[in-house]
DNA sequence: AGAATGATCCTCT
DNA sequence: GAGGATCATTCTC
């Protein structure tokens, strides 16, 4: 995608995300998947977001230019991968919580340890180890990079939403959008309900 | 199907 | 020095 795609508001961006296609060529290989499940992190209106409290070394790059990679190490065990939106010194980013595997499935299995085809990337943490996504990624840009999004969208479903997963404050906004499916994480059951029922905004 | 738990380390206060 | 945008495993219904 352009630069103008990921320069638009962070719940935009999310939205039009999903059904595309994510894509890593490494030098190990090239692994891609077709994105199910994402939220929207925004900034300063934003209490579950990194950024809430203002730019510090760690969530930098999402004050930087849309269109880069944010990548954090969590839990001391998992990376979470975002992808980064609104114009440059506005913080937003999207985080990628699951992707339908599409290509490479032998590289992510290696990635992951293990071959089950719906556990390679349904959860952030899942989804960044089987896309090699570390920290050492941080930053890099989507826009000509070895990493980027496509351009064709493939929906199978209705896209639905919730509120997001894992986070206490904050909790209330409906910020998270997902397809139904095996490819998509668990998340709380039952109190999803349709996208377009939220009339494009939620909060 | 849902709840609890341990692993493990970087970042910010 | 505390806690976290998680995962896999192990438990209890």
Redesign the pocket.
Known sequence: MTRRFYARDTLNVAGALLGRLLVHESPEGTVAGRIVEV?A?RGADDP????F??R?????T?FGPPGHL?V???????H?S?IVAEAEGVAG?V?L?AVEPVEGLELMAMR?G?RERR?LA??????S?AFGFE?KLDGIDLVGGEVWVGSRRQIRGPVFASR?????MGRDSVWRFFEKGPWT??GP??SEVLAHALGGRAG
């Open positions: 939220e992190y579950g977001s990194h950024a409290r203002g510090t070394r760690r969530n930098a999402m944010y954090y190490f969590t839990y001391g065990m998992h979470c975002n980013a985080l919580r992951r293990l556990l349904s959860g952030p943490g899942r989804l180890q920290r997001r997963i894992g986070i206490t994480s668990r059951a039952g």
